[in-house]
């Protein structure tokens, strides 16, 4: 199985298009620190912004607090939110700013939908691309078993998808540092009890363990159709539609009991750490439940497929 994925693994660095989409993602994160740093220089923010920020961010708390219908999960947030709020308040403790290499690692989890689009781009083609250039008769003439290629084709989709994250908080760790440098402030954290002083990182890499959910499943749906469809252009275009409509749906669809079994209800877990739910009485157990349904369906059909459709091109 190793000698297999090392195999893939050749064969997709052998494309320019994957140093291409490599390069394509540092030049947008570069742009993108640029961008900010231009924004920052020619509206500099007054001192005291921050405290006026938090006071906000304290009344807004209080406010969703007053709310009966918030779930749980949105009941931590907004009183941990109050109570960081009101320790910054009381103790001058102000947060990073969003020109700092903390505050950009912090955020950069929003920037994995650009990892997402290049996993279904390279999920979709990954065994497409051995159909449509007639190359899959003579892979499948080596004596491996068929589920053997499939699985170490979508375990190097994944290792792309693992790569380009890196790549992505490397780059936006450098270019932050290089554009802003290391900034003041402080980074706090609600423990339930009281509000403590937290790692940045431990924080980055949270919220990006809970992004990756996305990538996983719309990455999964994209290999799916490029396996049953053979066609990648089929595939990409419908995992990308997915990507930017299937969340819309969530919120056209939250008077009905059945959004609670959809798949874009459950893909972005950072739901349960930063607040935002469209559907307030789901749980993370529940959304880990649907989302292994979604991934096990998806791969029974992938592996079905591949292992008894005749191969004729």
Known sequence: ?????????????????????????????????????????????????????????????????????????????????????????????????????????????????????????????????????GTIKMLLTRPVKRWK????????????????????????????WIFFGVGDGAFLVWNGSEVVEGSYWVEALKLSVLSLASTWMIGTFAFMLGTVFRSSSLAIGVSIFLMFVGVQLVFLLQRFEIVKYYLFTHTDLTQFYTGFMPIPDITMAMSLTVLTVYFLVFMVISYWTFSKRDVTA
């Open 1 to 133: 199985m190793l000698k297999l994925i090392q195999n893939e693994w050749m064969k997709l660095w052998s494309k320019k298009a994957s140093w291409i989409m490599a390069g394509l993602l540092i030049a947008i994160l570069f742009a993108n620190a640029g961008i900010t740093k231009w924004i920052g220089s020619t509206s500099p923010a007054p001192e005291t912004e921050w405290q006026e920020m938090e006071t906000m961010n304290l009344a807004s708390a209080e406010d969703q607090l007053q709310n009966p219908d918030i779930g749980p999960a949105q009941q931590d947030y907004y009183e941990g939110q109050a109570a960081i709020a009101e320790y910054r308040l009381a103790n001058d403790a102000a947060p990073f700013k969003t020109e700092s290499l903390q505050q950009q690692l912090l955020d950069g989890h929003m920037m994995l939908s650009l990892v997402t689009l290049f996993t279904v781009i390279v999920g979709a083609g990954i065994v497409a691309s051995e159909f449509s250039q």
């Open 149 to 176: 290629i499939l699985t170490s084709k979508y375990i190097t989709t994944m290792l792309f998808a693992l790569l380009f994250v890196i790549l992505t908080f490397g780059s936006i760790a450098l270019f932050s």
